[in-house]
């Protein structure tokens, strides 16, 4: 988890919990005050970042490597 937290900013791990909740861009971009061009901005990053292609990959990964923990 500490190099995940190097890796990604506190602003994209926030984006990674609230698209694992199901928010869509416009939801995101409304509890976060941010535009939905933004929201797009930080879920392309941290795709490159991980070098994953979709948001689904990227929340099964986080999963499995205890980055979001199941409820």
Do not use: C, D, P
Request: net charge positive.
């Amino acid at each position: 988890m500490q190099k995940v937290n190097l890796m990604l900013s506190k602003r994209e791990q926030e984006i990674l919990r609230l698209i694992a909740k199901g928010y869509s861009s416009k939801m995101m971009s409304e509890e976060l005050q941010i535009t939905q061009l933004t929201v797009q901005t930080h879920r392309r990053n941290m795709l490159r970042k991980m070098n994953m292609n979709n948001s689904m990959e990227l929340i099964s990964w986080a999963f499995r490597a205890g980055v979001l923990a199941s409820k």
